[in-house]
């Protein structure tokens, strides 16, 4: 996940393009998977899976962001997180299904999701 922050932009939006591209890269699986959790509830992932380690990543450094006043709103960092996840999980797995839902622009957009999620936490974009 991102380091202590150096670069509040740079950093977060070349972290976010990686964990987008794994996304892909895993998608059919992944689609795979939520479609079966209703019928199959124990291959939900584990405590401490890949996407969770991920989030927590994040959770961590939005956390030195803040305690280092470089993000200046009120935010819960584990909520926080997991939006931007949620917005790089969509992208990731749902664009190919729903084209016209997404800007065709892949780094675009990434780049995009990040400076709006950097502005909500009060850092600068």
């Known amino acids: 996940g991102p380091a202590t922050p150096r670069a509040p932009v740079g950093e977060p939006q070349a972290w976010a393009r990686l964990m987008t591209a794994g996304l892909r890269q895993m998608a059919p699986l992944i689609r795979t998977r939520l479609g079966e959790f209703e019928e199959h509830p124990e291959i939900v992932p584990p405590r401490g899976s890949p996407p969770a ?62 400076v709006i999620f950097l502005r909500g936490i009060g850092a600068a974009a």
Do not use: C, K, W
Request: aromatic letters at 8%; proline letters at 3%; glycine letters at 4%.
């Open 53 to 114: 380690q991920a989030t927590g990543a994040l959770t961590r450094y939005l956390e030195h962001l803040a305690h280092a006043r470089l993000a200046r709103a009120e935010f819960d960092p584990r909520t926080a997180a997991a939006m931007l996840m949620a917005a790089l999980f969509a992208d990731g797995i749902v664009r190919e299904g729903l084209p016209d839902m997404f800007n065709d622009d892949i780094d675009r957009s990434i780049d995009e999701y990040v």
